[in-house]
Nanobody
Framework: QVQLVESGGGLVQAGGSLRLSCVVT????????LGWFRQAPGKEREFVAA????????YYGGSLKDRFTISRDTAKNTVYLQMNSLKPEDTAVYYC?????????????WGQGTQVTVSS
Protein backbone atom coordinates (compact mmCIF):
# COMPACT_ATOMS: atom_id res chain seq x y z
CA GLN A 1 0.00 0.00 0.00
CA VAL A 2 1.12 3.53 -0.79
CA GLN A 3 -0.07 6.67 0.97
CA LEU A 4 0.26 10.17 -0.42
CA VAL A 5 -0.28 13.42 1.46
CA GLU A 6 -0.28 16.74 -0.38
CA SER A 7 0.42 20.15 1.12
CA GLY A 8 1.28 23.66 0.04
CA GLY A 9 -1.99 24.77 -1.46
CA GLY A 10 -3.61 28.06 -0.61
CA LEU A 11 -4.81 31.40 -1.89
CA VAL A 12 -2.50 33.40 -4.13
CA GLN A 13 -2.90 36.39 -6.41
CA ALA A 14 -2.58 36.05 -10.15
CA GLY A 15 1.07 36.15 -11.16
CA GLY A 16 2.19 34.60 -7.90
CA SER A 17 3.82 31.26 -7.17
CA LEU A 18 3.16 28.21 -5.04
CA ARG A 19 5.07 25.02 -4.42
CA LEU A 20 3.06 21.92 -3.72
CA SER A 21 4.58 18.98 -1.90
CA CYS A 22 3.52 15.37 -1.71
CA VAL A 23 5.02 12.98 0.82
CA VAL A 24 4.82 9.34 -0.19
CA THR A 25 4.93 6.54 2.38
CA UNK A 26 4.46 2.81 2.23
CA UNK A 27 6.15 0.78 -0.45
CA UNK A 28 9.46 1.69 -2.02
CA UNK A 29 9.11 5.31 -3.07
CA UNK A 30 11.92 5.18 -5.55
CA UNK A 31 10.20 2.60 -7.75
CA UNK A 32 7.09 4.64 -8.44
CA UNK A 33 6.37 7.20 -11.09
CA LEU A 34 4.65 10.22 -9.58
CA GLY A 35 2.14 12.55 -11.09
CA TRP A 36 0.14 15.67 -10.38
CA PHE A 37 -3.43 16.14 -11.53
CA ARG A 38 -6.00 18.84 -10.91
CA GLN A 39 -9.74 19.16 -10.96
CA ALA A 40 -11.65 22.42 -11.11
CA PRO A 41 -15.31 22.66 -10.08
CA GLY A 42 -17.56 21.25 -12.78
CA LYS A 43 -14.63 20.01 -14.87
CA GLU A 44 -12.97 16.68 -15.44
CA ARG A 45 -9.72 15.80 -13.77
CA GLU A 46 -6.78 17.08 -15.80
CA PHE A 47 -3.24 15.77 -16.08
CA VAL A 48 -0.68 18.34 -14.94
CA ALA A 49 2.75 16.68 -14.79
CA ALA A 50 4.52 13.40 -14.12
CA UNK A 51 8.05 12.28 -13.36
CA UNK A 52 9.67 8.88 -13.69
CA UNK A 53 11.03 6.97 -10.72
CA UNK A 54 14.57 7.86 -11.79
CA UNK A 55 13.67 11.49 -12.28
CA UNK A 56 15.05 11.27 -15.79
CA UNK A 57 11.76 11.70 -17.62
CA UNK A 58 9.11 14.37 -17.16
CA TYR A 59 5.77 14.91 -18.86
CA TYR A 60 3.58 17.98 -18.75
CA GLY A 61 0.02 18.58 -19.76
CA GLY A 62 -0.66 21.10 -22.52
CA SER A 63 1.45 24.23 -22.19
CA LEU A 64 1.92 23.93 -18.44
CA LYS A 65 5.63 23.24 -18.83
CA ASP A 66 6.08 26.95 -19.44
CA ARG A 67 5.02 27.72 -15.87
CA PHE A 68 5.08 24.46 -13.85
CA THR A 69 8.01 22.24 -12.85
CA ILE A 70 7.82 18.79 -11.30
CA SER A 71 10.68 17.37 -9.27
CA ARG A 72 11.31 14.67 -6.71
CA ASP A 73 13.57 14.17 -3.71
CA THR A 74 14.08 10.48 -3.13
CA ALA A 75 15.80 11.04 0.22
CA LYS A 76 12.68 12.81 1.49
CA ASN A 77 10.15 10.58 -0.30
CA THR A 78 8.65 13.76 -1.69
CA VAL A 79 7.52 15.03 -5.05
CA TYR A 80 7.08 18.73 -5.72
CA LEU A 81 5.16 20.90 -8.14
CA GLN A 82 6.53 24.40 -8.53
CA MET A 83 3.88 26.66 -10.05
CA ASN A 84 4.82 30.11 -11.30
CA SER A 85 2.89 32.92 -13.00
CA LEU A 86 -0.34 31.50 -11.67
CA LYS A 87 -3.60 32.37 -13.38
CA PRO A 88 -7.19 32.26 -12.11
CA GLU A 89 -7.81 29.29 -14.43
CA ASP A 90 -5.24 27.33 -12.41
CA THR A 91 -7.72 27.29 -9.52
CA ALA A 92 -8.45 23.65 -8.70
CA VAL A 93 -7.88 20.85 -6.24
CA TYR A 94 -4.45 19.41 -6.98
CA TYR A 95 -3.86 15.70 -6.47
CA CYS A 96 -0.68 13.71 -6.21
CA UNK A 97 -0.66 10.17 -7.61
CA UNK A 98 1.71 7.21 -7.81
CA UNK A 99 1.99 4.23 -10.11
CA UNK A 100 4.57 1.76 -11.28
CA UNK A 101 4.03 2.98 -14.84
CA UNK A 102 4.86 6.52 -15.93
CA UNK A 103 2.00 8.05 -17.86
CA UNK A 104 -0.72 10.66 -18.03
CA UNK A 105 -3.59 8.62 -16.60
CA UNK A 106 -4.58 5.41 -14.74
CA UNK A 107 -2.53 6.00 -11.63
CA UNK A 108 -3.11 3.45 -8.89
CA UNK A 109 -2.62 5.49 -5.72
CA TRP A 110 -3.98 8.94 -4.96
CA GLY A 111 -3.73 11.57 -2.28
CA GLN A 112 -6.63 13.54 -0.85
CA GLY A 113 -5.80 16.73 -2.68
CA THR A 114 -4.88 20.29 -1.80
CA GLN A 115 -6.85 23.36 -2.84
CA VAL A 116 -5.20 26.04 -4.93
CA THR A 117 -7.11 29.27 -5.44
CA VAL A 118 -5.77 32.03 -7.67
CA SER A 119 -7.49 35.39 -7.35
CA SER A 120 -7.58 37.92 -10.17
Amino acid sequence: QVQLVESGGGLVQAGGSLRLSCVVTGRTFSRYALGWFRQAPGKEREFVAAISWTGGSEYYGGSLKDRFTISRDTAKNTVYLQMNSLKPEDTAVYYCAADLQLGTHNYQYWGQGTQVTVSS
